[in-house]
């Protein structure tokens, strides 16, 4: 899982922080601190996807599993692992 983690924060730093972490912790909001707008959270999508070779379904697409580096760590691991969260389920 620190793979995943790790693999994240870099996408996130190189992406959208201009490779500087200041102040990113691992539960930072990505879109209370205006780390990710909309358009950054289909690119996050993208990169989970093209690099974990999942599918994030519509009803995935919730703050709960894309808005930190904790969430998105939680929800890919979930997803590897066979299931999701969902806003219908959690």
């Known amino acids: 899982m620190n793979d995943i983690k790790t693999s994240i924060r870099t996408f996130i730093i190189d992406n959208f922080l ?3 972490a200041d102040n990113l912790k691992d539960d930072t909001s990505f879109l209370e601190e205006g780390i990710i ?7 996050l ?4 996807e093209e690099t974990y070779d999942i599918t994030v379904d519509d009803e995935e697409l919730i703050p709960e599993n894309l ?5 998105v760590t ?5 997803k590897l692992e066979g299931g999701a969260k969902t806003a219908a389920a959690g």
Request: net charge negative; proline share 0%.
């Open 74 to 78: 939680a929800f890919l691991s979930t």
């Open 45 to 48: 999508i993208t990169f989970l």
């Open 37 to 43: 707008d909309s358009t950054g959270v289909l690119e």
């Open 18 to 20: 201009f490779g500087t």
């Open 67 to 71: 808005d930190s580096i904790n969430n």
